[in-house]
């Protein structure tokens, strides 16, 4: 009887640690995440699955270009979390005219995007704290052209590395 307690105790206390370890990774270090959507073709198909990190933002800048998850700002009427590009920083002008993104008058290099935006948006200044975020597939994609700029608050993580299909593997640049 003793040998029975005492093996249910320490797989008890191995099982409460592998939850706290688990919880703890998946609250403050990394987690996984689905594409629900193909606004972020060609780079992200539907059904891929990524893996999120969430420590380096706490430690530098989110930098232009970088693909991000985020709670959606209330402006966007959405629940869940979202998954775009940062096109705009905070301080940057954003405009898209004639199918070309420019940032602070400067025509942007984007090899990613599916397709050229079909219309135009006026100059945006993107306030301090925020950032200007577009889907891949510009003609598909509702971001900030529509709903305006995501407080760097809301940033959850950044994708890192996409993990299935195993086909697909590799590390998100």
């Known amino acids: ?27 403050y270090v990394a987690e ?7 606004s972020m073709l060609p780079t992200l198909q539907v059904g891929d699955r990524l893996l999120i990190e969430k420590l380096s933002y706490k430690l530098t800048d989110i930098e232009r270009g970088d693909i991000v998850v985020f709670h959606p700002p209330a402006t966007s009427e959405f629940k869940d979390d979202m998954i775009k590009r940062v096109i705009g920083l905070p301080g940057d002008t954003v405009e898209i005219n004639e199918g070309t993104v420019f940032i602070n008058g400067k ?20 306030p301090p704290g925020n950032i200007f975020v577009m889907g891949d597939n510009r003609n598909k994609s509702y971001d900030s052209r529509f709903w305006g ?21 590799e590390i998100i640049k």
């Open 32 to 38: 996984s995440r689905w594409i629900p959507s193909g």
């Open 107 to 126: 025509p942007l290099d984007e090899p990613y995007e599916m397709e050229k935006p079909a219309d135009d948006f006026s100059p945006h200044k993107v």
């Open 149 to 169: 700029t995501v407080p760097v608050n809301l940033v959850v993580g950044k994708a890192v590395v996409r993990y299935y299909p195993l086909k697909n593997v």
């Open 1 to 27: 009887m003793k040998n029975i307690l005492k093996t249910i105790i320490d797989w008890g206390i191995t099982l409460g640690i592998a939850l706290v370890l688990s919880l703890t990774m998946r609250t």
